[in-house]
């Protein structure tokens, strides 16, 4: 298919003005955003071996998700600030879509569920320079207030510290379901079959047995559902790797970081290193800063060789 034979990809469908909860709907995502300053962990890590560092998501992945669920209802004055929800609020529930879901905390109030959240925490630094979450959901499950969120995360002093969160991407869940689906079908490229069997699931808020899963009709590499490879999360990936940690950007962390894996040679460091270097003086416009930035990577990566620090 050619480019001009695509069709547009689909429009995002927020919930009607006229929605009685459309104030509140609007007001958690502000709220949302505003994790990255409200955001509380009791977590301290420390001690970890620099080839554990890329388990972080797995392994620390559902305590993040519950601590900014956590926030989330810490962060009531934001999204409820006339106290006109107060027999709501979030909950986690990750064996079932969404993992989030805005509930009465009390029997027989009706809606008991206003709006979810499908929530994936993403560790910054990993390897993999993207989310590698599988997002499967069939569009009709997902009601029109519904929110796919994903929150990026890292170590507060990189190797160490306490999670700290940055600018979460955002987008309606029923939007990523359709654009997901619209991406695997016109614009992946390669020469597999490319329809998607839709589920028959039309329910919001399904129960744990209901099978909710859209399925390609070819999928051998298992990518389907990764919606970072759609194209969806391309312009907030760029603008996030931009920011800093620890007075440095996290490009230049991550590019650091995924250097050291077990087959890493000290030729494959030193070559990595140069390139951090090189496009630090591009980004930086300032040659003599970048180097510096490289040379203190370079006296890390010699501590770490030598076995002095345990990252």
């Known amino acids: 298919m050619s480019k001009s034979e695509i069709p547009e990809p689909p429009e995002a469908i927020e919930p009607s003005d006229s929605w009685e909860h459309h104030g509140l709907f609007e007001s958690v995502k502000k709220a949302v955003f505003s994790l990255p300053s409200r955001f509380e962990s009791s977590l301290n890590i420390d001690g970890v071996l620099a080839t554990d560092l890329f388990a972080f998501n ?16 810490k962060l009531r004055s934001v999204w409820d600030p006339e106290q006109e929800y107060a027999l709501y609020e979030f909950e986690r529930q990750p064996q079932t879509f969404p993992d989030v879901v805005l509930k009465a905390s009390a029997p027989n109030v009706k809606p008991a569920i206003i709006m979810g959240i499908e929530l ?9 320079r993207e989310p590698s979450f599988r997002y499967k959901v069939t569009p009709a499950v ?6 796919l969120v994903v929150v990026p995360w890292a170590l507060s002093n990189v190797i160490s510290g306490s999670p700290i969160v940055f600018e979460p991407f955002v987008m309606g869940a029923r939007h990523a379901s359709e654009y997901r689906n619209w991406y695997w079908r016109h614009k992946r490229g390669g020469s597999s079959k490319k329809d998607v069997r839709i589920s028959s699931a039309n329910s919001h808020y399904p129960t744990k047995s ?15 559902g990764r919606l970072a490879r759609s194209g969806a999360m391309e312009e907030y990936i760029s603008g996030l790797f931009e920011e800093k940690l620890a ?3 996290l490009a230049a962390w991550q590019r650091f970081l995924s250097m050291f894996t077990e087959s890493a040679t000290n030729k ?8 951090i270097a090189d496009n630090l003086g591009k980004s930086l416009d300032n040659p003599d800063i970048a180097r ?3 040379d203190n990577f370079r006296h890390i990566a010699n501590l770490i060789d030598g076995g002095e620090i345990p990252i």
């Open 58 to 73: 797995s392994s620390l992945g559902a305590t993040i998700e519950q601590q900014v669920v956590n926030s989330l209802n």
């Open 268 to 275: 494959d460091i030193d070559i990595a290193l140069q390139k």
């Open 120 to 128: 994936k925490g993403w560790y910054v630094l990993a390897k993999e």
């Open 142 to 147: 997902c009601a029109p207030a519904d929110l």
């Open 292 to 294: 510096k930035v490289a």
């Open 247 to 249: 007075g440095i950007q």
């Open 210 to 224: 209901d099978r909710i899963s859209d399925v390609p009709e070819s999928d051998s590499g298992g990518n389907f």
